[in-house]
């Protein structure tokens, strides 16, 4: 039994559609708002904290560009020998 990749893709109608445009939209701008917030000092934990936020986020947009790794896997389903 191997494990397999969980991944998660959106369709080209999908990515055409005006809720995804929208959230793409306001995704884009909470990036913007991490990158001025990380340009402050801040101490060594807020700054991965900020950078950690910013790399989930780019996750969500790389959604445009294909199927994304969720970076997790699900046990293979049993065989019929059991």
């Known amino acids: 039994m191997t494990n397999q990749p969980v991944q998660f893709e959106l369709t ?3 990515r055409g ?7 793409r939209a306001h995704i884009e701008r909470c990036i913007d708002q991490h990158r ?8 060594a934990a807020k ?3 900020i950078r950690g936020s910013i790399r989930a ?3 969500l947009i790389a959604l445009d ?6 970076g997790f896997k699900f ?8």
């Open 36 to 43: 001025q917030d990380n340009d402050n000092n801040h101490d």
């Open 12 to 14: 080209r109608i999908e």
């Open 17 to 23: 559609d005006p809720l995804w445009i929208k959230l």
């Open 75 to 82: 046990p293979a389903a049993p065989s019929d020998g059991k």
């Open 47 to 49: 700054t991965a904290e």
């Open 57 to 59: 986020l780019k996750g």
């Open 65 to 70: 560009r294909g199927p994304i790794d969720l």
